[in-house]
């Protein structure tokens, strides 16, 4: 178990009072507020994008469109100009949280089943379930490692499980009363992490451990 180490903190941002899902997609920082999906530049902090699209929980990007929960569904949308593709059945049936691209699937959080579902991006068809021992709020890969986190009363962490076997290999904790809302990695040694009610987005630093060092 480690301590995590925040090393950046964004927002609050102006008329966001709930982060739910955050992704990146190579350039931007992209996160779910519910009524609408916000964007901003990593480096600089400052707001970008602004999506009139709703988002209630986890948020991802496959390379060329973003997918939000939105209740009971899960929209695919074009980033440049906010256009609704495509939707299919969430799998938690409004109870998802988290949301991944990875592998060509989704990887949905299943919030208070505990689970995290892998699903066909284009029918929502569940093809696989992970088991975990906590609620699931935010979940990420990254160099091949399942991330997900959690958030339960003051309590919350980091969680790297077995993707076959749902097995707990590593855990972050976070400071008390830092919560988890959403999870998304940079694809090298940092985390974006959600705040929920805070209204930030948070930087934790991705341990060494599993992933190649300078």
């Known amino acids: 178990m480690k301590q995590a180490e925040i090393i950046r903190e964004y927002g609050p941002f102006p008329g966001t009072e709930q982060v739910h899902g955050v992704t990146y997609d190579g350039k931007e920082v992209w996160f779910a507020t519910g009524d609408h999906i916000e964007a901003f530049d990593p480096k600089s902090g400052a707001a970008t994008r602004i999506l009139d699209t709703a988002g209630h929980a986890g948020t991802a990007f496959d390379g060329k469109h973003l997918f939000q929960i939105a209740e009971d569904k899960i929209h695919r949308i074009d980033p440049a100009t906010g256009q609704v593709i495509a939707s299919i059945p969430a799998p938690g049936e409004g109870g998802d949280s988290g949301l991944a691209w990875a592998e060509g699937s989704l990887w949905v959080g299943h919030y208070r089943a505990r689970k995290i579902h892998q699903i066909d991006p284009d029918t929502g068809k569940v093809l696989r379930s992970i088991e975990t021992t906590r609620l699931v709020t935010g979940v990420t890969w990254v160099d091949g490692e399942l991330w997900h986190g959690t958030w339960e009363g003051d ?50 630093r991705r341990p060494a451990h599993g992933r190649a060092t300078a």
């Open 155 to 204: 309590e919350s962490d980091l969680r790297r499980i077995d993707p076959k076997t749902g097995e707990l290999l590593d855990t972050i904790t976070m400071p008390a009363g830092t919560g988890v809302s959403g999870l998304e990695s940079d694809g090298a040694d940092r985390f974006f992490c959600g705040g929920g009610k805070s209204g930030t987005i948070r930087v934790v």
